[in-house]
């Protein structure tokens, strides 16, 4: 069976310190993989996606990056963090090809002091 | 371009009732999926029920099932015999030729014993 880790589960840092929240799928080959960004009790905003090995592509202007190392590792990035960039992160994994559900790990809560 | 909607910030039920939660799509795709995910309070979401544009009968996972009306674009949720756990956040989302599903806005979902 598959499963998606997601550490770390909560992270505290200071404005301008860098990220690094990483994601790993198990189970599968060549999964798509996306990380969402969601503010509380909001809904859920697409920050990245990856359809194989090195293929990244950004929805949302900002200070983040991903990385997609291995072919079921995704890695969420900044240099320097803002305010703003507190939330709770989501990644996520679905099957090759197009109009499959996903699945979620556990998520992370950013916040961003 | 999808999009989704769902016009129920907030939904209350007694338990063991049924509950229904409401979706509408708009899709120019001739063919897509419809998803529903639920996010307790932990945070994780979860994936709860596909139907795909094609198919003729309504999908069925345990106590969800899903109304699927295609000459009104919607996707309605039915949970039957609510439990506690049930409380949560549910989300819609579509996938049609795209590696990116929307989602809509949520429905909160409270459970009452």
């Known amino acids: 069976s598959q499963t998606i880790h997601q550490w770390p589960a909560t992270l505290v840092q200071p404005v301008g310190s860098p990220l690094s929240l990483e994601c790993t799928v198990e189970?599968?080959?060549?999964?798509?993989l996306y990380w969402y960004r969601q503010a509380a009790g909001r809904g859920l905003q697409l920050l990245f996606y990856?359809?194989?090995?090195?293929?990244i592509s950004s929805e949302v202007p900002q200070n983040l990056s991903a990385s997609r190392p291995q072919d079921r590792q995704f890695i969420l990035s900044s240099k320097k963090l803002l305010l703003s960039d507190s939330g709770f992160y989501l990644c996520?994994?679905?099957?090759?090809?197009?109009?499959?559900?996903?699945?979620f790990g556990p998520g992370t809560r950013l916040t961003v002091t | 371009a999808q999009k989704i909607t769902q016009t129920q910030p907030g939904m209350f039920v007694q338990e063991k009732e049924a509950v229904t939660l409401d979706c509408t799509y708009d899709?120019?795709?001739?063919?897509?999926?419809l998803f529903w995910y639920k996010q307790p309070s932990s945070g994780e979401m979860i994936f709860l029920i596909y139907?795909?544009?094609?198919?003729?009968q309504n999908a069925t996972e345990g106590r969800y099932s899903l109304n699927f009306q295609k000459a009104r674009k919607s996707a309605n949720l039915v949970i039957s015999a609510s439990q506690l756990g049930d409380s949560a956040m549910y989300f819609c989302?579509?996938?049609?030729?795209?590696?990116?599903?929307?989602f809509g806005r949520g429905t909160s979902l409270i459970v009452h014993p």
């Open positions: 990856s359809v194989g090995i090195g293929q």
């Open positions: 189970g599968t080959s060549n999964p798509n």
């Open positions: 989302a579509s996938s049609g030729g795209s590696y990116i599903p929307t």
């Open positions: 996520a994994w679905s099957r090759t090809g197009e109009g499959y559900e996903q699945y």
């Open positions: 899709t120019s795709d001739q063919s897509y999926g």
């Open positions: 139907q795909g544009s094609y198919d003729e």
